[in-house]
């Protein structure tokens, strides 16, 4: 439930805060005092899309708050939780805080439960606060996918279960048929894959490819390609550390020859003992590396010429295997490791396919069970929809009409079955029901619109319900029906109706009017809650066109006596 509204600089509203609460809340208002402002605000607030021109002339931004009671426990709350919102304690409910704030560049922001949230957490959470009816509605409810929607939603559990078998059928199978179709119309492109890809593993195999391979070749490649200049520069770092023996001209000789000199004149100074045991440990290292120098030129290849030959063939046959399957060896290796998996499902099309015929011809079987099922659950409730509705009518001055709902098979299966839901109305006793889209005026979509949300509500409760001029094009009788039906919708649900027609407003608990004032050349309206003899003046306003003519006055305390009573 909304307990409150407030707006600020939002088209020709200055600003205003409407008290709602339970039950009725009609709000009025002169013809461009903004009434229709009080819907736009709630758009807003239940995520609709917006843009600068809701802002009001010469302003920076226009924001909409609104508090909602809501349970502690329900889902509402639990999706503001999860936003990462918070809500307040209020007896055995939470109160919810929601906002929107739209710029004069509009740009816009979303506040739920005091923290910033995508506008479009706004638009979940309204799906399950409130159900907005405009003019637009009763064009929409023409068409056949509204009123599917509303036969369902009077169907209720019943409908949901049914609905909800055929959709996970109905779904499988069309998973299957495209999977079908798939393996069908590509079977020769498959069968060529699959012979591709059997010569590609098989040569690969043959090949025996390893991981880091071409590397280690190139490497190999490069020392055989330069073994001369290899051999060349070991030999000669050879000799230079450690020539033939005899010879004092290499490293390891001239430091023989230090370390001898410094064990000589070492006897006078201990300290030149210690710099010859570091000489000698040099002469050792560099005996080491001269044995190192020796192994390497030992191993060097005799025949190099020869091996290099095998190397670069190796690497050309990889490099063929990486320009046919590659572009690199990592991938020729990836798809060594995966190819068997996919030439297995290649060759296992055919088996796949007979499997897959008999699972359509199942599942088909299947959809169709549910299909009848389903179309069984909406004829019966059709028929109870059509009852309530009629009686619903006759209670709003429409005496003789009656509501058909027809529920007909199509031809082909859809997401939401086979049947194909029609809304006609038989105006009076005789006449030939007709579609609401040819035969019923805007009065009588008013009306149907009205009766069908009263009977739906009771079986799928809505917490509130906004009408923007559904009295569109009713007067008189009518009207004041229209009000008595919306104050009994009120005693199950929320309602809050945008009315020109007093003969409705009569009969809300609550009464707002949209009041205008101006300076003179920039008009701002508020708005005002009306009690005693300001609601008076109002019904009379609406009645007559006089706030303070005698007989509109004396009608409106009628029409409020009768509301009342």
Not at 81 to 96: F, H, K, S
Request: glycine fraction near 10%; proline fraction near 3%.
């Amino acid at each position: 439930m909304i307990e409150e509204i407030e707006i600020r600089d939002l088209g020709v509203i200055a600003s205003g805060t409407l008290p709602l609460g339970p039950g009725f809340t009609a709000v009025t208002g002169e013809t461009g005092a903004g009434k229709t402002m009080v819907v736009t605000a709630l758009g807003l607030l239940l995520g609709q899309r917006s843009d600068s021109g809701v802002v009001r002339a010469g302003q920076k931004q226009t924001s909409v708050q609104g508090r909602w009671l809501v349970p502690g426990d329900g889902a509402v709350a639990e999706r503001v939780r999860e936003a990462g919102g918070d809500l307040d304690p209020a007896g055995d409910a939470a109160e919810l805080l929601l906002g929107r704030i739209v710029t004069a560049e509009g740009r816009g922001r979303a506040i739920v439960g005091g923290r910033s949230a995508p506008i479009g957490i706004l638009s979940e959470l309204g799906e399950q606060l409130v159900v907005v009816h405009g003019q637009s509605d009763q064009i929409r409810l023409r068409a056949a996918p509204a009123q599917r929607d509303a036969l369902d939603r009077f169907a209720g559990e019943p409908l949901q279960r049914a609905l909800g078998d055929y959709q996970r059928c109905y779904t499988e199978l069309l998973e299957l048929r495209t999977e079908l179709e798939t393996l069908t119309n590509e079977r020769d492109t498959r069968l060529l894959e699959a012979e591709q890809l059997r010569v590609a593993l098989a040569e690969i195999e043959q090949a025996d490819p390893q991981p880091g391979e071409d590397a280690e070749l190139a490497e190999r490649a490069d020392r055989l390609t330069n073994l001369e200049e290899l051999r060349l520069s070991a030999a000669g770092a050879r000799e230079l550390v450690s020539a033939e023996a005899g010879e004092e001209s290499d490293v390891v000789g001239l430091l023989e020859g230090a370390r001898r000199q410094l064990d000589r004149a070492s006897v006078h100074d201990p300290a030149l003992g210690a710099i010859a045991a570091s000489v000698a440990n040099a002469s050792y290292l560099a005996a080491e590396i001269a044995a190192e120098l020796s192994s390497y030129l030992a191993g060097l290849d005799e025949d190099g010429a020869r091996e290099l030959e095998v190397v670069q063939e190796r690497r050309a046959t990889l490099a063929t295997l990486a320009r046919k399957y590659g572009p690199s060896p990592e991938d020729v290796l990836h798809l060594l490791e995966t190819g068997s998996t996919r030439l297995m499902e290649l060759d296992g099309d055919s088996d796949r396919i007979t499997q897959l015929e008999g699972d359509v011809e199942r599942l088909s079987g299947e959809v169709d069970a549910a299909a009848a099922t389903l179309s069984a659950v909406r004829v019966e409730a059709a028929a109870r929809l059509g009852a309530a509705a009629s009686a619903e009518l006759r209670s709003l001055a429409m005496a003789e009409a009656e509501l058909v709902v027809e529920v007909s098979d199509r031809d082909d299966l859809t997401l939401h079955g086979k049947d194909v839901i029609a809304f006609l109305l038989r105006p009076h006793a005789g006449a030939e029901p007709r579609p609401l889209g040819k035969g019923a005026s805007g009065g009588e979509l008013s009306r149907v619109m009205l009766a069908l949300e009263v009977v739906i509500a009771g079986a799928d409760p809505v917490p509130t319900f906004v009408f923007d001029e559904v009295d569109a094009g009713v007067g008189g009788a009518a009207a004041i029906e229209i009000g008595r039906r919306l104050a009994a919708l009120a005693e199950r649900s929320q309602v809050i109706v945008v009315t020109h027609l007093a003969q409705v407003a009569a009969f809300a608990n609550n009464h707002l009017s949209v009041v205008k004032g101006g300076d003179g050349s920039v008009t701002a309206s508020s708005v005002r809650q009306l009690v005693g003899a300001e609601r008076e003046a109002e019904m009379a306003r609406l009645l007559s066109g006089l706030a303070e003519s005698d007989s509109g006055l004396a009608h409106a305390r009628e029409l409020l006596a009768l509301a009342a009573s």
